[in-house]
Nanobody, 118 residues
């Protein structure tokens, strides 16, 4: 089992920055893929940014150039640096990892709220 805990959410004004951090209970080297997702009220959960075990990132078009995902293998954390925040970025942000064991496993954190005021 893998436990994930997100932190760093909060209330910010538009244009400001936040950094979210996801702490894993085991070495992230074993994860094939790590991602940050978000879900706004009344909307489906969507991928915001992801990173492979080799460090290759991918981003949703809506956050390209504003958000950056990084991972720290020594600290077992996956961070999401969010700059130029907009009210439409308001959502609960979730960390998710995939791990290939006997089968492909998927783990989610409980989420952290990000609210951007205009």
């Amino acid at each position: 089992q893998v436990q994930l805990v997100e932190s760093g959410g909060g209330l910010v004004q538009a244009g400001n920055s936040l950094t979210l951090s996801c702490a894993a209970s085991m070495s992230i080297i074993s994860f094939n893929y790590m991602g940050w997702y978000r879900q706004a009220p009344g909307k489906e959960r969507e991928l915001v940014a992801g990173i492979t075990r080799y460090g290759t990132p991918n981003y949703a078009d809506s956050v390209k150039g504003r958000f950056a995902i990084t991972k720290d293998n020594a600290k077992n954390t996956i961070d999401l640096q969010m700059n130029g925040l907009k009210p439409e970025d308001t959502a609960v942000y979730y960390c998710k990892v995939n791990r290939q064991a006997v089968r492909l496993e998927e783990y989610w954190g409980p989420g952290t709220q990000v609210t951007v005021s205009s």
